[in-house]
């Protein structure tokens, strides 16, 4: 592999099939595969990260908002896409570019009953989203009667599938609430579709909740994070395989005598002699500025540099005394052996944060 000679993510497109094909490994042959792809497929790029995801035969694609989904159909994805977390004003366009909204409550399911309605649907796919714990999103079980009503005499609208998320299916601390969400979950999806009269697929886990509670995989599984090549667990890891890489270059190198300082604020002084590197990338890149003053460190030549002062917008600067390197080498923020989770871990966040956080103004590059 070519060494970065700027800033780079690179998306490691055997990596993803590599993750694809270890999920699958662990559902019964008919369960159905959702991939998520939301916040730009976990930062790395959504269109191609979709279009691969439908080649290896997902069944289906989740987003959180409505202009996400509207992007992948712009990009020609043909996959069903459940929208995660709509609006009632971006209804008309989810008729239009035939994304599959989640409706999560009254209010939600009212407002898309009258504009499929007054859009002349008849069986527009639709999700009910349940809150079994979580708290965040979904209507409540004793809602099924509520949600009957409004359904019964709707022939525009047709439930697809029913859902639940769960709240801590990475923490086997918290195995016992898990379990109770599982049973509420089957619970309600009984009573719903004996009210209804037809069936619909079920789904409750999360890539966490895969990998710790096959039993509850239902019809269908959301998997994000793992996709990506991150398990929340050391002993999923190591089935796993990092996707992104984040790759820099060194610009420029100081050598800076005893009690200088570096960068803004004077943050930083020299206790010596000391060698810097200036490295393209900073806080506009999604370097968060928690990772300045020695908090985090880059990799070069195998080697750890501190970041040393404050992260700046577009750069920060590492301390490379004792490196030997050079003008133009290349600098690892992350890759597949100092992951996104370590470096996250070192300013109280997780993978799913950092990766994220990789602005869109990173060129993307793709391996397969
Ligand atoms: C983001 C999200 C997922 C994916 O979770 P991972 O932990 O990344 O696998 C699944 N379901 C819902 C409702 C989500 O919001």
Redesign the pocket.
């Known amino acids: 592999m070519a060494a970065a000679q700027e800033t780079v993510l690179q998306i490691d497109l055997n990596a993803m099939a590599h993750n694809y094909r270890f999920i699958r490994s662990l559902l019964k042959p008919e369960t159905k595969l959702l991939a ?1 792809v ?1 916040a730009f497929g976990y930062g790395s790029d959504a269109a191609e990260v979709a279009k691969f995801l439908e080649e290896l035969g997902a069944d289906y694609l ?1 987003v ?1 908002y409505t202009n996400e989904g509207v992007a992948l159909r712009n990009a020609g994805i043909e996959t069903p896409i459940l929208v ?1 977390h709509p609006q009632p004003i971006n209804f008309k366009e989810i008729i239009d570019r035939c994304l599959e909204p989640s409706l999560y409550s009254p209010r939600i399911l009212r407002a898309f009953a009258k504009v499929a309605k007054d859009q002349n649907q008849k069986n527009y796919p639709v999700h009910i989203k349940f809150n079994t714990g979580l708290n965040r999103l979904g209507f409540w079980e004793n809602d099924v009667d509520f949600i009957v009503e409004v359904l019964k005499p709707a022939p525009e609208l047709k439930v697809k599938s029913i859902f639940s ?1 769960l709240a801590a299916s990475e923490d086997e601390n918290e195995r016992e609430f898990t379990l109770g969400q599982i049973s509420n979950f089957k619970k309600i999806a009984s009573e719903i579709k004996s009210k209804l009269g037809y069936e619909m697929m079920m789904h409750q886990l ?3 909740g895969v990998l710790n509670y096959p039993e509850a995989q239902f019809d269908m599984v ?5 996709l990506y090549g991150y398990g929340n667990d050391p002993k999923f890891n190591k089935e796993l395989k990092p996707v992104a890489s984040l790759r820099s270059v060194i610009s420029q190198i100081h050598m800076i005598e005893p009690n200088e300082t570096v960068g803004y604020n004077r943050a930083y002084v020299s206790k010596g002699y000391e060698k810097t590197a200036t490295i393209p990338i900073g806080h506009a890149d999604g370097i968060s500025r928690n990772f300045g003053n020695e908090k985090g460190f880059v990799i070069i030549n195998n080697q750890k540099a501190s970041i040393i002062g404050n992260v700046c917008m577009d750069m920060i600067m590492v301390n490379i005394s004792g490196i030997d390197c050079k003008e133009g080498d290349e600098v690892i923020i992350f890759d597949k052996d100092h992951t996104a989770e370590d470096a996250a871990n070192l300013i109280g966040t997780i993978s ?1 944060e950092l990766l994220t956080m990789v602005s869109q103004r990173v060129k993307r590059t793709f391996l397969r």
């Open positions: 998520v939301k989740a959180a995660l998320h999360n890539s966490s959301r998997c994000g994070i793992s799913y």
